[in-house]
């Protein structure tokens, strides 16, 4: 089956104060190294990537020269419009398998792409995911904690998450649009839809503030 790549790059990046997308890892920015990983992955699948009105001309400058079949869509106002957009423009060109990635996660190893990609299967979409090593309370608005919780039923959802571009297309057609699903792996579950998981074998961290980017950047061992 066709199969096809976005990466989701739209969010203002508050937390962070200011582009996050642009920081420096190894010597790439941390866009591009998510494209880059998205691609050593998947050498032959068509790219999308989704930005920010305001920020496609300057990423378009500094990306096409090395990604000149990326194409680029504007997003949305939430990240859920964002990621639709880029799915529609993935299946304008006969994807039939979508691969979500988010920008921000710049570190994903090929080999957890391929697994999630594996992992598909037979169900409608299927997410990376990290084992949950602390314990995990429940707790109430009082300060109260209520509850423990098993870890060994609970996973935190990475990204590549992977889907069939028809089981998308007929979720949303089902969903409330006005609903906010923090991924699609939400959308799918709240329409009954089937998802598969695996555990990510690699780091992959999410930048979100400026100390998330100190991290990566120890990782790979370089400065900022």
């Known amino acids: 089956m066709k199969?096809?790549?976005?990466c989701a790059g739209a969010g203002a990046g508050s937390r962070f104060g200011g582009d996050k997308l642009a920081g420096d890892i190894g010597g790439m920015t941390v866009l591009a190294a998510s494209l880059a990983a998205?691609?050593?992955?998947?050498?032959?699948?068509p790219l999308v990537v989704v930005l920010a009105p305001d920020r496609i001309e300057f990423?378009?400058?500094?990306?096409?020269?090395d990604l000149p079949?990326?194409?680029?869509?504007?997003?949305?106002?939430?990240?859920?419009e964002s990621v639709r957009a880029g799915v529609e423009r993935a299946a304008e060109d006969g994807a039939e398998i979508v691969v979500v990635h988010?920008?921000?996660r710049p570190l994903v190893d090929r080999s957890d792409i391929l697994a999630v990609i594996d992992a598909l299967d037979d169900a409608s979409g299927a997410i990376l995911t990290a084992r949950v090593s602390d314990t995990v309370k429940r707790v109430d608005a009082d300060r109260r904690v209520v509850a423990t919780l098993a870890?060994?039923?609970l996973r935190l959802a990475l990204t590549p998450q992977v889907f069939r571009v028809a089981a998308m297309m007929e979720a949303w057609g089902m969903a409330d649009a006005a609903q906010?699903?923090?991924d699609e792996s939400a959308l799918f579950e709240s329409v009954g839809m089937k998802m598969n998981w695996v555990d990510a074998r690699h780091p992959n961290p999410k930048l979100t503030t400026a100390s998330d980017l100190r991290l990566m950047q120890a990782l790979l061992g370089v400065g900022p």
């Open 3 to 6: 199969l096809a790549a976005v």
């Open 180 to 182: 906010e699903w923090t």
């Open 151 to 153: 870890r060994d039923d």
């Open 102 to 104: 988010d920008a921000a």
């Open 38 to 45: 998205l691609r050593g992955a998947l050498p032959e699948a």
């Open 69 to 80: 079949d990326l194409h680029f869509v504007v997003g949305g106002r939430r990240r859920q």
């Open 59 to 65: 990423w378009r400058q500094r990306l096409q020269p």
